[in-house]
């Protein structure tokens, strides 16, 4: 099973800054990563997959990079709606299909 | 409008059953593939189980296997997950979740997903 490791657990920003989200993976997954935002008391929604292509309607602030084992979620220009918890998600080497265990993004 | 809606869920006790229902609409249901992802309090997301569009493959966690049962009626536009020998542990938010098509081909992200229904298992 590959195990997905998020971090930082926590990351305390302002808007307006930029948020580094990183998720490592046991074994090499290519470029199968996805990323997904869940708010409070809402179902997870699909942002980032293939490790760096948008889902529709996402918007340009959010982006994906990275291959093998590290990837990256960037959030540019951290707007009050991006304040969240971001999953990983890969589907390179399944089953089992496997997330992070996330990353909360506060206001700081 | 693309939605999933479950329903089902509910307090049961240790060793006991219940049926999760996932009502689907907007979309053609019986083309995409569908998952059963669920969320216990404050933790992360768990996936649970793979139904492809026809039924005809059929994938579980480790941690369900044996004791659940993921299911679909295409005519009835509707996803199902039987679950039996049911633990503390089973406890979550469990969502069903529509398998990404990528230019037509399956990715196995998940692109829709439902509301949730509450899954309690205690005495």
């Known amino acids: 099973e590959i195990v997905l490791t998020q971090s930082p657990a926590t990351l305390s920003l302002s808007p307006g800054e930029r948020a580094t989200l990183s998720c490592r993976a046991s074994q090499s997954v290519s470029g199968y990563l996805a990323w997904y935002q869940q708010k409070p008391g809402l179902a997870p929604r699909l942002l980032i997959y293939d490790a760096s292509n948008r889902a529709t309607g996402i918007p340009a602030r959010f982006s994906g990079s990275g291959s093998g084992t590290d990837f990256t979620l960037t959030i540019s220009n951290l707007e009050p709606e991006d304040f969240a918890v971001y999953y990983c998600?890969?589907?390179?080497?399944?089953?089992?299909?496997?997330f992070g265990g996330g990353t909360k993004v506060e206001i700081k | 409008e693309v939605q999933l809606v479950e329903s089902g869920g509910g307090l049961v006790q240790p060793g006991g059953s219940l049926r999760l229902s996932c009502a689907a609409s907007?979309?053609?249901?019986?083309?995409?593939?569908m998952n059963w992802v669920r969320q216990a309090p404050g933790k992360g997301l768990e996936w649970v189980s793979y139904?492809?569009?026809?039924?005809?493959?059929?994938y579980y966690a480790d941690s369900v296997k044996g004791r659940f049962a993921i299911s679909r009626d295409n005519a009835k536009n509707s996803l199902y997950l039987q679950m039996n020998s049911l633990r503390a542990e089973d406890t979550a938010v469990y969502y069903c979740a529509r398998d990404f098509r990528h230019n037509w081909n399956e990715t196995h992200y998940m692109d829709v997903w439902g509301t949730g229904t509450t899954v309690t298992v205690s005495s």
């Open positions: 998600h890969q589907r390179s080497d399944w089953p089992p299909l496997t």
């Open positions: 907007g979309f053609t249901f019986n083309s995409y593939s």
């Open positions: 139904i492809s569009s026809g039924s005809s493959t059929i």
